[in-house]
């Protein structure tokens, strides 16, 4: 059986068209290529119901119960690292350290970047409806994750780098490798 109290998380946040699922992907890669044993869970996946629950309007219960049942199902096979990506997962670790049990070793990581390195991606990225809300939607969380991401936030920039080089300094914050 897993032991939970081994468990240790990385959160990685940050503003929409910041590059978290690309460079979670690439750290879960890294990661591979160094024989470290890890799930990878894209927090955003969690809460996509319409109309919200009742009693939950921002669907923050749903992400944890959710989260809850999906790490259940890693640890239950021996999984103790978690690489989590959400927008504001670094102002959510105890809603972490609650779906996995156990006190987690949590590593927070927000990623930055400008509104013109943002709007280019999210340009690239959103073809519906939806690029003038993240847009500014993105520039607003910007702005609320810096001010309120706790010191301890380890932050990374993604302006003009690579995300193998982001990656690289995301994981050189765990000592996972």
Same mark, same amino acid.
């Given at each position: 059986m897993h032991d939970v109290a081994l468990s240790e998380a990385l959160l990685i946040g940050g503003r929409a068209g910041v590059g978290k699922t690309t460079v979670g992907? =690439?750290?879960?890669?890294?990661?591979? $290529? $160094?024989?470290v044993a890890h799930c990878l869970i894209e927090g955003d996946n969690l809460d996509q119901a319409f109309p919200a629950p009742p009693g939950d309007p921002s669907r923050t219960q749903l992400t944890e119960a959710n989260l809850a049942a999906l790490w259940r199902n890693y640890a239950a096979l021996g999984y103790r @690292?978690? /690489?989590y990506t959400n927008t504001v997962s670094v102002l959510e670790p105890d809603l972490i350290a609650r779906a996995m049990g156990g006190t987690p070793r949590i590593t927070s990581v927000l990623l930055t970047a400008d509104d013109a390195t943002a709007r280019h @991606?999210? %340009? $690239? @990225? =959103? /073809? %519906?409806s939806q690029l003038d809300a993240h847009l500014t939607r993105s520039a607003a969380m910007a702005r609320h994750l810096e001010t309120t991401a706790p010191s301890g936030v380890v932050r990374i920039p993604t302006? %003009? @780098?690579s995300v193998v080089d982001i990656a690289r300094d995301v994981i050189a914050a765990t000592n996972w490798s």
């Open positions: 992907w =690439e750290v879960s890669v890294q990661l591979q $290529a $160094a024989h @690292r978690l /690489i @991606r999210l %340009g $690239a @990225r =959103e /073809i %519906g302006d %003009g @780098r």
